[in-house]
């Protein structure tokens, strides 16, 4: 026998997750209280994190930022090379 999945409200859904954010208290406690499965109280507080903390992901600018930055460091490391290298030779002629 199927069992009959129960749908809430967008309105729903915010108000249980602003409760647990407001309230402190935990996912299973604020479930038991509203009547709804810890899991899915759960999946709805993870979903509003993600969407207010975002996954992770880095925006358009950020990537193009990471790449410039990339460029610079790679040229960086290379002058400090070649530096490096005049410098050895400079002590070797010095030492002579």
């Not at 249980?16 to 935990?26: C, D, F, S, W």
């Not at 969407?51 to 410039?68: I, Q």
């Amino acid at each position: 026998m199927s069992e009959k999945r129960k749908k809430y409200d967008r309105e729903f859904r915010e108000g249980a997750v602003r409760i647990v954010h407001e309230t402190g208290k935990p996912i299973a406690q604020v479930a038991r209280d509203l009547g709804v499965n810890e899991g899915t109280l759960g999946n709805w507080v993870t979903r509003d994190r993600e969407a207010r903390e975002g996954r992770g992901e880095l925006s358009r600018d950020d990537v193009e930022e990471l790449k410039r930055l990339r460029g610079e460091v790679a040229e960086l490391r290379m002058e400090r090379d070649v530096l490096k290298r005049s410098v050895v030779l400079w002590v070797k002629e010095a030492t002579k």
